[in-house]
């Protein structure tokens, strides 16, 4: 692990300005870039930590407020630690702002964020990697199958809705995804049931997508997110040695 720096960036866009946070090795100099998406409880300490542990293997990492929209980090009054079980409520604050984000305006700011990472010193020539936690597993997807000359891996982690019988959803973009993917999902995950894995998985197969998808055994939704209920140390640092290598092998 190298000594990190994080800095908090804003990232301009079509609609105004997302702000962010950047952590990249400490020395300066140029690495593969990576663009980390986020789950639904938005830009916090848990995903800058993500980010710096990213970083401290080799990484830029950039990891945009996806709900500028709707004001800076943190968009949502959020306790230390997050159980929603306990707080109920917090799905009625964020649940209209989840979907306010539509795919057509998610995949305008994939755009800018894909070019803020081209422009920045910090980060190296070349496509960049993704990776995506929660709803960010959707928007890793949908962005290698948007911008397939600027992605070389993507994985997502906990996603869920991502292969249903609606006309937007993700895996409608295998088509055009030429990244190499990696999915884990959680097998105790409503949103991600059996048969849209099934799907998910038969759907990548036959567009010729390098891909590889797993379900983590007593995992929840949300299983890498430390700072919540559905934390799982284990299938966390699964998923820890899984992005790892497909960033290994694709820079």
């Known amino acids: 692990m190298t000594s990190v720096q994080g800095t908090a960036v804003d990232v301009p866009t079509a609609d105004g300005v997302a702000d962010a946070y950047l952590a ?3 020395d300066g100099l140029p690495r593969p870039g990576v663009l980390l998406y986020q789950d639904a409880f938005g830009l916090r300490p848990h995903l800058r930590s993500m980010a710096d542990r990213l970083a401290g293997e080799g990484y830029t990492v950039l990891v945009p407020n996806v709900f500028y929209r709707h004001g800076r980090s943190p968009v949502f009054d959020l306790p230390e630690f997050i159980d929603t079980d306990a707080r ?6 964020i649940g209209p702002v989840m979907q306010s984000l539509t795919p057509e305006l998610a995949m305008r700011d994939a755009g800018s964020y894909l070019g803020w990472l081209a422009e920045s010193p910090f980060v190296a020539d070349g496509p ?16 290698a199958g948007t911008y397939p000359d600027q992605v070389a891996a993507a994985a997502g982690f906990h996603g869920g809705r991502l292969a249903t019988d609606a006309p937007d959803s993700p895996h409608l973009v295998a088509e055009r995804v030429t990244a190499e993917l990696y999915f884990g999902h959680a097998d105790e995950d409503a949103s991600m049931p059996p048969e849209q894995i099934r799907l998910l998985e038969d759907t990548l197969t036959a567009a010729g997508v390098r891909h590889r998808s797993e379900v983590y055994p007593g995992a929840h939704h949300g299983y890498t997110q430390a700072d919540t ?6 299938a966390a640092e699964r998923h820890w040695a899984a992005l790892l290598d497909l960033l290994k092998r694709t820079f």
């Open 24 to 26: 990249h090795p400490e």
């Open 88 to 93: 109920p409520d917090l799905w009625n604050a």
């Open 128 to 143: 960049v990697a993704l990776t995506g936690y929660c709803m960010g597993a959707r928007l890793t997807l949908l962005t």
């Open 229 to 234: 209920s559905a934390y799982h140390r284990e």
